[in-house]
């Protein structure tokens, strides 16, 4: 157990669609983020939060792409209007104590747009 | 781009044999982390081990250690005594500064039998 729960595992949606992931952290935890990986690559870097403050957004995160964490406590991440090639999967990672301590990563959530 | 750099796309290793994975990176940072994550076939990415790049000494885990060579931007992964549960994808990583990783392309490992 990471620590991290993402909901939901599997989504399948068509063209054109909103959607919603959100992410859990079921432990005391210091900055949320979250991951795009398409099949066969690594995970890339979209975003993420000091407590409610979002620090850095990478340039993938297109304007389609919001990412909130209202509490400081669990987060979402929506993408309006998809598009097949906004297919991956989603992973969500916590980090604990300080600057560049390691990150755990949640089950991921893995979207197919039709 | 800063890249992260892994060479080898696919590799097999006996059970019980030893198997390195290869990685090189490129920063122009001197304080930076290095990483290698497991991703088996569930998807989960596992930490496997993490360098600090102010420590000549190479970190070690049980059976998975590392070669950091600082001034060449390498770091590779040995594993000794494979085991079949090792099989997966492995994913080097360079942590910037906020946690940033930027990951390889990965390598499939598989161990066979």
């Known amino acids: 157990d990471t620590g991290v729960s993402q909901d939901p595992r599997h989504k399948i949606t068509k063209r054109g669609q909103n959607v919603t992931f959100r992410c859990d952290p079921i432990?005391?935890?210091?900055?949320l983020y979250w991951y795009r990986q398409t099949l066969g690559q690594g995970p890339e870097f979209l975003t993420y939060?000091?407590?409610?403050?979002?620090?850095?957004k990478s340039r993938l995160l297109s304007d389609r792409f919001s990412a909130e964490r209202p509490k400081g406590s669990f987060s979402t991440l929506e993408i309006q209007r998809t598009e097949q090639g906004d297919s991956a999967m989603y992973l969500c990672?916590?980090?604990?104590?300080?600057?560049?301590?390691?990150?755990?990563f949640g089950s991921g959530t893995q979207l197919s747009v039709l | 781009a800063q890249t992260v750099t892994q060479s080898q796309p696919e590799m097999s290793v006996q059970e019980a044999e030893t198997v390195t994975l290869s990685c090189t990176y490129d920063?122009?940072?001197?304080?930076?982390?290095l990483f290698w994550y497991k991703q088996p076939p569930s998807r989960q990415m596992i930490l496997v081990i993490r360098?600090?790049?102010?420590?000549?000494q190479n970190a070690t885990e049980n059976r998975f250690s590392v070669n950091f060579q600082k001034a060449a931007k390498s770091f590779s992964l040995k594993i000794s005594d494979s085991q079949l549960g090792d099989t997966a994808m492995y994913f080097c990583?360079?942590?910037?500064?906020?946690?940033?990783?930027?990951f390889g392309g990965g390598t499939r490992l598989m161990v066979k039998p």
């Open positions: 990672a916590i980090t604990f104590g300080d600057l560049n301590e390691k990150l755990f």
């Open positions: 432990s005391e935890h210091n900055r």
């Open positions: 939060f000091q407590n409610e403050a979002q620090l850095e």
């Open positions: 920063t122009s940072e001197n304080n930076y982390y």
């Open positions: 360098q600090e790049a102010y420590k000549q």
């Open positions: 990583a360079r942590g910037d500064a906020g946690n940033m990783l930027t």
